[in-house]
């Protein structure tokens, strides 16, 4: 396999499935369910945290013993999930943003922010981790020297797991936008903005992972931490809000879950 051309399809594939679930504005005239969000929103955390176990955290755990020795390997793992974290935690608290069905602003307060606009940034927020860890494994693919099918079919089957929770994420911005009385044309716009910053993260992670190679364990195992702080701070909650539907997103979560350990098994 090459990893270049990989690494455009791993790329575009993330991009077009927000696009493409953007434009289901064109076909809804409102929101899911209650039911059918939590639904949605465990299935992503499911793809999410498997994601970040199996596509990120193992690879810099087998790198990271490559490259420092068992007595140490430990560190870089360690310092690069946390820093990770605490990445999101410093955006969280700096960038204002408002999360679905909440009507308490996050980040430095300021009005001359609308709510609709907040609500994008949080959206952007969480899809930052996401470009940057196909980005790694991508530059991963690229920089290395033995099993390099092997590192282009890890990052193929993270962008495509990601993908499959971008669709009903890029419909979550675009559809709500609608029913605050955006057009159609312009819902669909807005929803797919928030996912260019994947490709955009993703293209200089590349570069970061395909020339520092040896810092690789730290880069691949920040992303997990970004990725695992997001999913608990941001989805984790809201699949326990819906009480009333709780445990459809429990089992969606489940089930995302195998999806993406079973393209880890057979990619």
């Keep these: 396999m090459n990893p270049i051309i990989i690494s455009v399809i791993c790329l575009c594939v993330i991009f077009l499935a927000t696009t493409l679930g953007s434009s289901l504005v064109f076909f809804f005239k409102k929101s899911y369910s209650e039911r059918t969000g939590s639904i949605v929103v465990g299935l992503a955390s499911g793809i999410m945290i498997a994601t970040s176990f199996f596509g990120l955290l193992l690879p810099s755990i087998e790198e990271s013993r ?14 690069g999930f946390l820093l990770g974290g605490i990445l999101l935690y410093l955006l969280d608290k700096i960038v204002p943003h408002l999360h679905k ?62 993908a499959i929770q971008n669709l009903p994420e890029g419909s979550a911005v675009s559809i709500p936008l609608l029913e605050d009385g955006v057009s159609k044309p312009k819902a669909f716009l807005l929803g797919t903005l928030t996912g260019v910053v994947e490709p ?35 989805l984790v909650p809201e699949i326990k809000n819906k009480s009333q539907h709780s445990h459809f997103g429990l089992w969606s979560f489940m089930i995302g879950f195998v999806i993406m350990t079973c393209l880890e098994m057979l990619l």
């Design 101 to 162: 069905d909440s009507d308490v602003a996050e980040g430095i307060k300021t009005d001359k922010i609308n709510a609709r606009v907040k609500f994008i940034l949080a959206v952007t927020i969480h899809n930052i981790p996401e470009g940057i860890s196909v980005g790694l494994l991508c530059g991963y693919a690229i920089g290395a020297t033995t099993n390099i099918d092997t590192a282009c079919l890890g990052a193929l089957s993270l962008a495509i797991g990601i």
């Design 200 to 234: 955009i993260f993703a293209f200089f992670a590349i570069f970061l992972a395909a020339f520092l190679q040896e810092s690789l364990p730290y880069l691949l195992s920040f992303a997990a931490g970004a990725m695992i702080y997001v999913t608990i701070d941001e």
């Design 66 to 79: 490559i490259l420092y020795g068992d007595k140490i390997s430990v560190l870089p793992v360690v310092c």
